[in-house]
Nanobody, 122 residues
Framework: QLQLVESGGGLVQPGGSLRLSCAAS????????IGWFRQAPGKEREGVSC????????NYVDSVKGRFTISRDNAKNTVYLQMANLKPEDTAVYYC???????????????WGQGTQVTVSS
């Protein structure tokens, strides 16, 4: 059974940092691009970032450029989203998803994790 499990969310003050992890079980991530998405209360799910299978292609939504960094460690079967200089508007449930190609389009992805809550508040 293919599973993605997110972890690393929590409560952080504005300006703080968090690192989210997306771990795969039941399959190897080597052959999958990974996307990170987020959904804030009352809003549609938004594509935040993605990384290609090799890690050479990355993509970010404008609102997180320069603050978030996506990376992968295929040996650990894990993809990371390092988030720095967090803002209250980053508050959301963050999801990772797997597919063949790097994209921030939600409809492209077939496999999804259950999400992890990130709350940025003082």
């Amino acid at each position: 059974q293919l599973q993605l499990v997110e972890s690393g969310g929590g409560l952080v003050q504005p300006g703080g940092s968090l690192r989210l992890s997306c771990a795969a079980s039941g399959f190897t991530l080597d052959y999958y691009a990974i996307g990170w998405f987020r959904q804030a209360p009352g809003k549609e799910r938004e594509g935040v970032s993605c990384i290609s299978t090799s890690g050479t292609i990355t993509n970010y939504v404008d609102s997180v450029k320069g603050r978030f960094t996506i990376s992968r460690d295929n040996a650990k079967n894990t993809v990371y989203l390092q988030m720095a200089n967090l803002k209250p508007e980053d508050t959301a449930v963050y999801y990772c998803a797997a597919d063949e190609y790097c994209s921030r389009l939600e409809r492209q992805y077939d496999y999804w994790g259950q999400g992890t809550q990130v709350t940025v508040s003082s």
